[in-house]
């Protein structure tokens, strides 16, 4: 099984800060790589496929970007809607995600 | 509106049985393979079965293979999860979710709200 590992597995920033997250696998997962959004109490919501594409309807201050092995989740301005865990998940197999990072407002 | 909804879940006791179905409206079901994703209370995301857009092919997580049977009636545009010798370890919230292809690896692109099940005696 291919491994995923998040950094941080939490974090704490101001409102319109720049948030970047990190997620690595354990092998070479090309662009395999998805990101999730998901708010307390809610189903995730994907945000971003193929490792950079924006899904439909998703800001644009979200960003991904890396393949191989180093990927990178950036807000560009943290907005109060944005306070969630977010999770990355591999395709390259049978899929695995993160343990998840959580964004709180400080 | 892509809808996924989910039921069938509850309180069942260890080494009992649980089905689970999630009717799928506002996109061409047959079109798309399908998955289950389970979160344990306060835990992350663990995939645990996927079944191709035919329903040809399964494919399965360790943690639940040989125990849990996933299913798709293309008649019906709904996804099933039969679940038998379940633990405690098995508690979670189950969801439903629909593939971004017809590939059963791919991006989870729609998701369900949820169904709970709690094993305990």
């Known amino acids: 099984d291919i491994q995923m590992t998040q950094s941080p597995s939490s974090l704490s920033a101001s409102v319109g800060d720049r948030v970047t997250i990190t997620c690595q696998a354990s092998q070479d997962i090309s662009d395999y790589l998805n990101w999730y959004q998901q708010k307390p109490g809610k189903a995730p919501k994907l945000l971003i496929y193929?490792?950079?594409t924006l899904k439909t309807g998703v800001p644009s201050r979200f960003s991904g970007s890396g393949s191989g092995t180093d990927f990178t989740l950036t807000i560009s301005s943290l907005q109060p809607e944005d306070i969630a865990t977010y999770y990355c998940q591999q395709y390259d197999h049978l899929p695995t995600f993160g343990p998840g990072t959580k964004v709180d407002i400080k | 509106e892509v809808q996924l909804v989910e039921s069938g879940g509850g309180v069942v006791p260890p080494g009992g049985s649980l089905r689970l179905s999630c009717a799928a409206s506002?996109?061409?079901?047959?079109?798309?393979?399908m998955s289950w994703v389970r979160q344990a209370p306060g835990k992350g995301l663990e995939w645990l079965s996927a079944?191709?857009?035919?329903?040809?092919?399964?494919y399965y997580a360790d943690s639940v293979r040989g125990r849990f049977t996933i299913s798709r009636d293309n008649s019906q545009d709904t996804l099933f999860v039969q679940m038998n010798s379940l633990r405690a370890e098995d508690t979670a919230v189950y969801y439903c979710?629909?593939?971004?292809?017809?590939?059963?690896?791919?991006?989870?692109?729609?998701w369900g709200q949820g169904t709970l099940i709690i094993v305990s005696s």
């Open positions: 193929d490792g950079s």
């Open positions: 506002g996109f061409t079901f047959t079109n798309y393979a």
């Open positions: 979710a629909k593939m971004g292809s017809h590939s059963a690896v791919d991006a989870f692109d729609v």
């Open positions: 079944i191709s857009y035919s329903g040809g092919s399964t």
